[in-house]
């Protein structure tokens, strides 16, 4: 199955009714730095890569 924010996306882009089957779950994900503390401490636009 898409990703649920996709398939919405999806949808109303191409005006159909798509939907999923099967719920996939999408674990948490997090974001590592050596550079940054915070998130709010990379100010976007940022291609910052460790």
């Known amino acids: 199955m898409q990703h649920e924010v996709y398939l919405k996306s999806y ?3 191409n005006g159909t009714d798509l939907v ?9 994900m997090r974001l590592y730095s050596k550079k940054h ?3 709010a401490d990379v100010k976007p636009p ?3 890569v460790e």
């Open 11 to 13: 949808n109303e882009r």
């Open 20 to 28: 999923g089957v099967v719920q996939v779950p999408t674990p948490p």
């Open 37 to 39: 503390r915070a998130l």
């Open 46 to 48: 940022s291609r910052d």
